[in-house]
């Protein structure tokens, strides 16, 4: 399986993105699919995340602004990042928890980040 994360790059202040996460290969189900950031000198946390019951979770700083939403067709999940900030810069990360027919049991994965930097 693999994840891929896309869509990052340099906005400025007010600005919007959209973040695109992929999965591929042996894949039966996606159950749980998690966006997260991490600034430089910081943890990596939580920002938005997705059930396999399309419910959502977003952390306070982003409700309003930040949309996730997921297309089962394509095993991609996508973060619409609308009234972006300074603050929102960071390294956005894809977590992705499924079920891998081939396996004995839920399989975890991580993308390789994508870059999002919010100019003033």
């Known amino acids: 399986v693999q994840v891929v994360e896309s869509g990052g790059g340099l906005v400025q202040a007010g600005g919007s993105l959209r973040l695109s996460c992929n999965s591929s290969?042996?894949?039966?189900?996606?159950?749980?699919v998690g966006w997260y950031r991490q600034a430089p000198g910081q943890q990596r946390n939580l920002v938005a995340r997705i059930l396999d019951d399309d419910s959502t979770n977003y952390v306070d700083s982003v409700k309003g602004r930040f949309t996730i939403s997921r297309d089962n067709a394509k095993n991609t999940v996508y973060l619409q990042m609308n009234s972006l900030k300074p603050d929102d810069t960071a390294v956005y990360y894809c977590y992705v928890k499924l079920i891998d027919p081939t396996a004995t049991a839920p399989q975890e994965y991580w993308g390789q980040g994508t870059q999002v930097t919010v100019s003033s």
């Open positions: 290969g042996n894949i039966y189900q996606i159950y749980f």
